[in-house]
């Protein structure tokens, strides 16, 4: 990641680009309203399936080379779960690599919602699923465009959110194993023996309004210098008052497992404040996550961020 810096020489067969490589928020949005459509994508759902397979279309009509990893995993409560984490390699064959990943399923529950009632049905998770997706889906289709400087994974997966119940009221310790449960079973078998990549991000929870993001200490513990990196290119970018100089908390998700199982040093931009009530944003494991509370502003500080570092040697 280096500085930017206008292009100057033009090299015959080479055409410089004096401008950023645009990332479309209106296609990411686009994106997260297709997933929704299907309707929540609860494991062991036909909407699940079929979102899935959507998924996979989607990536390979952007010519990346797709693996499928299915598998079946055990809920907390002991339910069978059958997932599939959907690998997507642009430049399969460069060994400079990052990973850029996102969970693609939807909670069963939306157990935080002020309604009791609510607790049981499953959410639309336009933000909590949707978002990460739709912001990696759109940079897809940028990779199918432009040549990255690096190879670069993407990576949707699978049963993140059906970990145990908010009305169970168990310590979030003895419960924190029971999420991401597709990243847990990926670290113990890689879609390729010995995959490695440079860094990783994960995109969580990137497209609600007046989202911010803090550096989050899981992050700061594995990945501070790609933390660093990251904030300092979303300010140069133009979105310093969306990723703030400031500490998050420190969060259970599908990077720590990254982090601890497969040792690649990997980052969660994720909308969580330790100031509000749970930390998360108001709309998290309610009926509320929906497309109303999906801003084009924050997918467009997210998606265009990552395009600058993706795409930084093509200006
Ligand atoms: C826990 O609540 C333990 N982790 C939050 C990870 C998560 C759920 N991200 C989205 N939904
Ligand atoms: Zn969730």
New binding site residues.
Partial sequence: MSKEKASVKETPGETAQSVAIQFDADSAYHYIEQQVAFGPRVPNTTAHVACGDYLVSKLKSYKAEVIEQKMTVKAYDGTPLKARNIIASFQPENNNRILLFAHWDT?PYADADADKKNWQTPIDGAN?GGSGVGVLLELARLLKENKSAIGVDIIFFDA??Y?TPEWLDKD?EET?NT?CLGTQYWTRNPHKPGYKASYGILL??VGGTNATFRKEQVSMHFASYVVNQVWDKASKSGYSSCFLQSEGGA???DHLYVNEGARIPSIDIIDYDPARKNGFPDTWHTLDDTMNNISKETLKAVGQTLANILFENNK
Wanted: glycine letters at 8%.
């Fill in positions: 909670r909590d993140e959110d970990g979030d924190a999420w969580d929870m969060i259970t998700d």
